[in-house]
């Protein structure tokens, strides 16, 4: 278990220097991520069509706050470990591993698509992040991950099958059905 002293409202960690390096690299590249998927999620909200679609926009918002409320405490736990934290949105820029998408317009069927993967992408990047902190020993900051994957894991289903329960409620022709459930199948 780790342990830690507070000492002049700093923390003074009891991992060798490597580890907490290690540790809070790790965590500091997972912040920028979780802040890259919130502001993602936050502008398909903003850009989701309001006719037809606006049903998914308190899904996304949300889903937003839900991503951003573990941001703190990543940010935190990295400032307890001895490590340096985000300083901007370019240093989120340059970490982040998800894709940021600037296109001009995108149907509703392209964001939900596009979020699942991006959450089915953070969830592997929270399990890779918490075997850091178990090589470590830091399960301190491993109880964290058990929730965070559980949630992340959550939204990608919830944004799958609130894409499916749209469709079978829009009446349709059978061609453009075969359409939009083809679309339905690139969210699995």
């Known amino acids: ?3 830690s002293i507070y000492t002049s409202n700093r923390v003074k960690s009891f991992f060798s220097g490597d580890a907490a390096a290690e540790i809070s690299a790790a965590l500091t590249t997972l912040l920028a991520d979780t802040f890259a998927l ?8 903003w850009h989701m069509a309001p006719t037809g679609f ?6 996304l918002d949300e889903q937003a706050e839900q991503i951003l409320s573990i941001t703190d405490v990543i940010a935190e736990r990295i400032s307890e470990l001895g ?3 985000l300083h901007s949105i370019g240093h989120i820029g340059r970490l982040q591993r998800l894709a940021d998408n ?15 993967s991006d959450n089915r992408q953070l969830s592997s990047f929270l399990r890779c992040t918490r075997d850091v902190c178990d090589v470590h020993r830091d399960f301190k900051t491993a109880d964290y991950f058990e929730t965070w994957i559980d949630e992340a894991d959550g939204r990608t289903w919830f944004l799958i099958e609130a894409w499916r329960a749209h469709l079978r409620s829009t009446p349709t022709t059978a061609a453009a059905l075969q359409v939009q459930m083809t679309l339905s199948e690139r969210l699995i």
Do not use: N, R
Not at 38 to 45: A, D, G, I, M, R
Not at 102 to 116: C, G, I, N, R, V
């Open 54 to 59: 606006g049903i998914f926009q308190p899904l």
């Open 38 to 45: 919130y502001l993602k999620t936050k502008s398909f909200h």
């Open 102 to 116: 600037d296109a001009d317009y995108l149907t509703p069927a392209e964001m939900l698509t596009e979020l699942a």
């Open 83 to 85: 490590g340096t934290t």
């Open 1 to 3: 278990m780790s342990l």
